[in-house]
């Protein structure tokens, strides 16, 4: 079936350390993949998306791009702050239609000032 | 409204009481989505709305749980006779489209003691 792995985390940085959150994914057909943030206390938020192979979401210096051939998804940002510190959550939506999101099980980021 | 309203925020039960837990989308969303964020765990689906089209319950752990949906908007999870495995973080999101991704609650933290 379809799933999402993550990096398992929890995962701690120092402020403007690079980031890389791996996730790779198994599909069937052809899928949307996702990044969500959630901050302390609060919701699921998107944070980026892309929808076929070789496009790159981005959102608030973070980047993701769609890799067909590595079935990967990896989230990136060059220098964190402080505030990046969440958990965040790749998915996929098995094909356009699809009615439900596949979720990760989540990577908890800490970065320390 | 502005955004998905989950209510309580917070929710403590003793084990075998029955919880109610709402979720209030956005207006105008036809699909809405029940999740559950257990501790150190992801996301795990549990059920789906989409118009005037029945559920998807596939999701659903146990018949302990059901949800329904009134008037296409309003919705609400429930527990019956609770038990210590139910704590978790329950989620509700809405979408207007499937090609989008979800807009989620804040969540009800349900605590069973």
């Known amino acids: 079936g379809d799933s999402v792995t993550q990096m398992e985390g929890p995962v701690t940085l120092s402020e403007e350390a690079c980031l890389t959150i791996n996730c790779t994914y198994t599909a069937t057909g052809y899928p949307s993949l996702f990044w969500y943030v959630q901050y302390p206390g609060e919701g699921l938020q998107l944070l980026l998306k892309a929808t076929k192979a070789d496009d790159k979401g981005s959102n608030k210096g973070f980047e993701a791009t769609y890799r067909k051939e590595t079935t990967s998804f990896h989230l990136e940002k060059g220098s964190v702050q402080v505030s990046d510190s969440a958990v965040y959550f790749c998915a996929l939506r098995p094909f356009q239609g699809a009615q439900k999101l596949v979720f990760g099980q989540g990577t908890r980021l800490t970065i320390n000032p | 409204g502005a955004g998905v309203s989950q209510s309580p925020s917070n929710k403590v039960t003793e084990k075998g009481k029955d919880v109610e837990l709402r979720c209030d989308p956005i207006?105008?969303?036809?699909?809405l989505y029940w999740y559950r964020q257990s501790l150190g765990q992801g996301l795990e689906f549990l059920i789906y709305?989409?118009?005037?089209?029945?559920?998807?319950k596939s999701g659903l752990p146990s018949d302990r749980f059901s949800a329904e949906r009134t008037g296409g908007s309003v919705s609400t999870l429930t527990i019956q006779r609770t038990q210590q495995e139910d704590s978790a973080v329950y989620l509700c999101?809405?979408?207007?489209?499937?090609?989008?991704?979800?807009?989620f609650g804040s969540g009800t933290r349900l605590t069973v003691v």
């Open positions: 207006s105008g969303h036809t699909a």
């Open positions: 999101a809405s979408s207007l489209v499937y090609r989008g991704g979800y807009t």
């Open positions: 709305f989409q118009g005037n089209s029945a559920p998807d």
